[in-house]
């Protein structure tokens, strides 16, 4: 007993698992310590319209707070370059393509543009563009729309004379707060109040997307512990039952076996989660639900080994010994067995976790507002709204990988159990 | 000749074992009779396949009969509640063929004699007691008790491990034991100590020993009775000396010819049995 925990701990794949997948309960466990706050709230515009990053308010930004003063080389490239919309550079390139087709206009063709080099790109417009170039091509619409690119790309350099002001409630007039903004003027992060960190954005409530994860992720794992334990504890009761006491009690468990056997548990999950009414399903309910659907096979394993186990000698012995059914079960079968138990049941809380996300999928999952699960998160980006289309793969991307995460760590520990527990499959 | 001025302990008509059904029936015991006396020293003989340890098993009533009628001192045999199945237990006990498997792995073997001793009632007595019984169990199979507590089965070699088994019975003191072959998985050497043993054993409670093995020159030198079997039927029996001296079934014969060292028959007497040194030559 000691030397094969001693080798699980020393099997590479069972520890691996184990640290994944401890990591990820520790972290459901710490983050909400270190940024507490109700996963739930809708802090921001609806609609995956906050990217991922981090956030500072404009308004504490100029109030009050201590300016600093760095020359960096190419400060300004950066903070055009970032300014340029790509659909700009884009409308830059056609006009500077179009006017170096003319005859008059020597070179300057499609190849030389590189619209990523915005200094060199913004330098050609300059050099070229006047708005009494006459550009044959066009039509007047777009050469009115070139007129007004070009007075916005002027104006990405009017900075000089940038003054900040504030009204003044009792006078209603405006006062100057800074009279000058340079671009060479920097302030501390951390001295401007109201920082919000969204490093998965927020999703279509405008909910933050890395707290709900935490809370989803820890639902989920609690979801599969219950589906788990569940069906674990009915696959092992009615497999040791049917196993070990046989006859019409084998008879009667074998038959509600196979007629689970037959449907499938995933069609009377459907069934069973549609039957309910919007207001019962919370999340354990649902757990509970999966349980209940998928205790099959831990049941007919469980039995097929008792039933071997049960002629044994040492369980003859122990007969001879004078005891009871339930001991002989408890003493000299289910030790025999528990190391086939505990690998079973890890396999049913990651098959729990992924029964919720499908259920959910089909918007049979728990139906809540006051908490999220991986499925649930997976059901509202995907299905219900459109993330996809939005490109916020924020929003869905980092569920899918906690699923796979989850699923992976606990195949893993399983497997590595399994290469102590039966060395025959040891490669 | 012998039989009839001693008790009838277990008795068995028409007994017969089928497993399974169908196409895949196998007739293990068939329809076999038997009378075994108390006191008595009976082997039951037959190659491997022939139903021996099924017949014991239906004895120990760990299976049931199919078919056929088994009595217990006279009477019908009832161990219908486990109640009465608890009662039969601690009149009829068994070693069994391998003591590789017939160990709790999960417990230690302190559990093993301890169990003994609640099954004799003893469930009650100071631990001093209940220690004392085990050491002068273990001292009687020529174990060191402080040797033997706290430890896992798997920690015991083979012989060690069917001492135990003995030191099990020596606690128990049933009235019949069933040995099922308890030598057959052991090294040669503990084979004599083991056989010396359950004699040893034998002589202090007068218990009946049903002896099962596969080896026809062994069931000679320690049965009063012996029973053959072949593919699940008693095909002869009787005195140990009819059956080896005066073999009728042409299988008795084949198993008297497969044991290498008769040459003499005649010059084995019974008296030898309870000189130690017969085993080892034997066996070895
Ligand atoms: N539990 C069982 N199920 C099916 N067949 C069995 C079972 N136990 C024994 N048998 C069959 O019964 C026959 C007799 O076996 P057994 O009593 O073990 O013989 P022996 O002890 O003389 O070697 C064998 O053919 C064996 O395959
Ligand atoms: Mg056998």
């Keep these: 007993m000691k030397s094969q925990l001693r080798s699980i701990v020393r099997s590479g794949k069972f520890m691996t698992g184990f640290v994944i997948f401890v990591s990820i309960l520790l972290l459901t466990i710490i983050y909400p310590l270190i940024n507490p706050g109700d996963p739930m709230a809708r802090i921001g515009y609806d609609s995956f319209r906050t990217r991922p990053g981090t956030y500072v308010s404009l308004y504490d930004t100029l109030d009050g707070v201590n300016t600093f003063t760095f020359r960096i080389p190419g400060a300004n490239d950066i903070r055009i370059s970032n300014k340029l919309r790509e659909d700009d550079r884009e409308r830059i390139k056609y006009w500077l393509v179009e006017y170096g087709k003319q005859e008059e206009v020597a070179g300057l063709t499609e190849e030389e543009i590189d619209i990523e080099d915005t200094v060199a790109l913004l330098g050609l417009w300059w050099e070229f563009y006047s708005d009494e170039v006459f550009v044959r091509n066009l039509t007047n619409a777009e050469r009115n729309a070139f007129m007004r690119l070009d007075v916005r790309l002027d104006r990405l350099f009017d900075i000089d004379d940038l003054q900040v002001y504030t009204l003044n409630p009792e006078t209603g007039e405006h006062d100057i707060l800074f009279t000058e903004v340079s671009t060479d003027d920097y302030i501390n992060v951390s001295d401007v109040a109201n920082i919000i960190r969204l490093p998965l954005g927020t999703d279509n409530f405008g909910s933050d997307v890395l707290k709900k994860l935490v809370l989803a992720t820890a639902t989920s794992l609690w979801i599969g512990l219950v589906a788990g334990t569940v069906a674990t504890l009915i696959g092992l009761t009615l497999g040791l039952l049917g196993g070990y006491v046989g006859g019409i009690v084998d008879d009667i468990i074998m038959f509600f076996t196979n007629l689970f056997t037959v449907i499938p548990g995933f069609v009377l999950l459907i069934l069973i989660s549609y039957g309910m009414s919007q207001m019962e399903r919370g999340a354990t309910t649902v757990a509970v639900v999966i349980g209940l659907t998928s205790w099959v096979w831990t049941t007919r394993s469980v039995r097929s080994q008792v039933m071997s186990l049960r002629n044994r000698d040492h369980v003859n012995l122990s007969k001879l010994s004078g005891h009871s059914m339930p001991k002989i079960i408890i003493k000299d079968i289910l030790p025999y067995i528990a190391s086939y138990v505990v690998m079973a049941f890890i396999l049913q809380i990651s098959s729990g976790i992924l029964a919720e996300a499908g259920l959910s999928m089909l918007g049979l999952g728990p139906s809540t507002t006051s908490t999220a699960t991986l499925g649930m998160m997976l059901d509202w980006s995907i299905m219900k709204s459109t993330a996809f289309i939005h490109g916020a793969w924020w929003a869905y991307y980092p569920v899918i990988v906690v699923i796979l995460l989850i699923s992976f760590s606990l195949n893993l520990m399983n497997t590595g159990m399994d290469q102590v527990f039966n060395p025959q499959l040891r490669d | ?284």
């Excluded at chain 2, 108390?38 to 078919?67: F, N, P, W």
């Excluded at chain 2, 088994?70 to 601690?90: C, H, P, Q, V």
């Excluded at chain 2, 008790?145 to 491990?161: I, R």
């Excluded at chain 2, 040995?179 to 010396?196: F, N, Y």
């Design chain 2, 1 to 284: 000749m012998n039989s009839h001025d001693r008790q009838l302990c277990l008795s068995g008509k028409g007994v017969t074992k089928i497993f399974g059904f169908g196409s895949k029936k196998t007739l293990a015991v068939d329809n076999v009779d038997f009378e075994f006396y108390s006191g008595d020293l009976i082997s039951i003989v037959g190659e491997s396949g022939s139903g021996k340890t099924t017949l014991i098993k239906m004895l120990l009533g760990l299976t049931s009969v199919t078919e056929g009628e088994i009595s217990f001192m006279g009477k019908k045999r009832d161990i219908g509640s486990r109640r009465k199945k608890k009662e039969y237990w601690k009149g009829i006990q068994a070693i069994f063929q391998d003591p590789y498997s017939s160990y709790n792995i999960f417990s230690k073997i302190d559990s093993v004699l301890l169990d003994c001793i609640n099954m004799r009632g003893g469930r009650l007595l100071p631990r001093k007691t209940k220690i004392e019984m085990m050491r002068e169990a273990c001292s009687f199979v020529n174990l060191k008790y402080d040797e033997m507590t706290n430890k896992y089965p798997f920690e015991l070699s083979g012989g060690q491990m069917q001492r135990l088994m003995i030191a099990r019975i020596f606690l128990l003191k049933p009235k019949i034991l069933l040995a099922d072959e308890p030598t057959s998985m052991i090294d040669a050497c503990s084979r004599a100590t083991i056989l010396d043993m359950l004699l040893k054993l034998r002589d202090e409670t007068g218990m009946m020993i049903i002896f099962i093995t596969h080896d026809m020159g062994l069931a000679y030198y320690l049965s009063d009775t012996v029973y053959i079997m072949e593919k699940g039927k008693i095909v002869e029996f009787g005195s140990a000396d009819e059956v080896v001296l005066n073999p009728k079934a042409d299988y008795t014969k084949q198993l008297l010819n497969d044991v290498p060292k008769i040459h003499d028959p005649w010059e084995f007497s019974k008296n030898r049995r309870k000189d130690a040194q017969w085993t080892e030559q034997f066996v070895v």
